[in-house]
Each structure stands twice: as C-alpha cells, then as structure tokens.
C-alpha cells in the first residue's frame, strides 16, 4: 500500500500568519519559544519547524489569548534600554516611567556623588536605571515586597557594574519611610527622592483590565483614592530630603494637580508637572525649600 504525501511542516511564515494574536506580540513570543533575534523571523521565515517548536510557541501563545502579559511571558522588558527581568511579584516597567528617570537625573546633574531615594522600587527599574546613568551615584531603594527586592537586587546583579563608584544600591523592605528609620545602617540627607507609588484609585475599571489583572494589586492601588501613598511621601520627606533636594512622583493622568496641591502645601518650591510622550502630565515634583 503506498502511502500518500508527507503532511508539509509549519514554517515561521505560517505560524505568524495564523496566529489570532497582534503581529508584535506573536514575533516576540515565537523568537522566545525559538531562542532567535528578531532578524532570524525573517532570514529563516521558510524553514520548517519541529514539533517541539510548534508547541512551544502554541503554549506561550495559549497564555497570551488567556491575557497574561507579554513581559511576564517572556520574563524582561527593556526600560531606558536595560533588559529587567519581570515576574508576576513586580509591576512591568513602562515607557511613560522613563519621564521620571530623566527627570531624577535632571535633578542631580550638577550634584556630584548624588544621594537618591526610591521609594517602591518593584523590579528596581528606576533605581537601577539612575545608577546605571551616574555610576557616582548612592542609591538607596525601598519596597514592603520581599519577592519584590529579590527581583529588584536579581536586576541591579545583572545590569550594574559591580565596581562602580556608587557602590552598590542599598535595598530595604518596609513601608516608606519606615524601612529607613528600622535600618541598621543609617540613612543620609537625599538630594533627590522618587517614587512610583500605586496610585490608581481602587474604583477605576483599569484594574480589572488588560495587563493590570496579572500585576500585583498592591502595587496598583491604595484601595482608596489613589493618593494615600503619594500624601504620605510628601508628609515624611522632611526628615530624609537635602535642603534643596527634589521630590518627585509619577501619578495618573488626572491628578497632577492633587499632587501639586500637595506639594505647595508642605511647602516645596518650583512646583511643576512634566508631560510624557503623550502630551499627559504624568510626573510632578518639587524642591525643598
């Protein structure tokens, strides 16, 4: 009995050209299942592929349409061009996030071996992307998650220079300012303090959508109005901010003004909000006066 034609094997083109997801997504996740550069999707895009490939990507691709984000997937996202490993215990880094890297930088540009302070530091991309920037920089950063930190330290082992002069970043678990105060080894005057605080207010739809579902909720929300964390920031940063020093937030799009409220009332100077990329006024700061 002869057998009839072989069944034809699925090759790159195929695999993107059936997929149901976005064209992006579906070349990141096939490059991760396959272990390629992007360039190889198109040098490579008529070889046939094995079955172990073909379920490789059909399973990262099955979590995708389940809603899981594409950094958790693949476990980085690169921010202010650093690849940061991401897990389900930190929030992904964001583009809009870099406005308050630039802005932190800005702020000590002229300061040398600047002391900064991040508070809620998640994967440490903040913390790290400024110390990447000013090697002369002492970093301290702040989270209450020890899955967190350990993700966080994982980053700055991967992606800082253990011998620069900085040294390396000090991590501390705790709330706020409450992780310096139970430190043992005690904490300077900052020149600058950041925070990326979860500010989304525990009503707003968003949390139940798209990426934020797989993100920690405590890292979204304040379970009430969104400004808890940023008032009590504000509140406690006279013990721990540089005559001079700047205090910075990113925030939701509809609460600058809030935040700058905030801020004139305890007395900062230079108050102002910053646009990101989309014209939205995402981050808001102030100097001590």
Known sequence: MTSGPATPLATVGDLLRASPLPMLEARVLLCHALGWRRTELITRSNEPLGAEALAAFHALEARRIAGVPVA?????????????????????????????????LDAIASIPHPRILDLGT?????????????????????????????????????????????????????????????????????????????????????????????????????????????RAIVAGSGPFLAAGGHLWFEHGYDQSAAVRALLAASGFENVRSLQDLAGIERTTGGARA
């Open 122 to 230: 998640g994967s440490g991309a903040i913390a790290v992307a400024i110390a990447s920037a000013r090697p002369d920089a002492r970093v301290w950063a702040v989270d209450r998650s020890a899955a967190a930190l350990a993700v966080a330290a994982r980053n700055a082992a991967k992606l800082l220079d253990p011998a620069r002069p900085g040294g390396p970043i000090t991590w501390l678990r705790g709330d706020w300012y409450g992780a310096l105060a139970s430190s043992s080894q005690p904490a300077p005057e900052f020149d600058t303090i950041v925070s990326n605080p979860p500010y989304i207010a525990a009503s707003d739809p968003h949390l139940d959508e798209g990426d934020l579902r797989f993100e920690p909720r405590g890292a979204l929300t304040d379970e009430s109005d969104g400004l808890t964390a940023i």
């Open 72 to 104: 958790q997937i693949v476990g980085v996202r690169e921010f202010y061009g650093l690849a940061f490993e991401v897990t389900s215990d930190v929030l992904i880094p964001r583009p809009e996030t870099e406005l308050l890297v630039e802005t932190a």
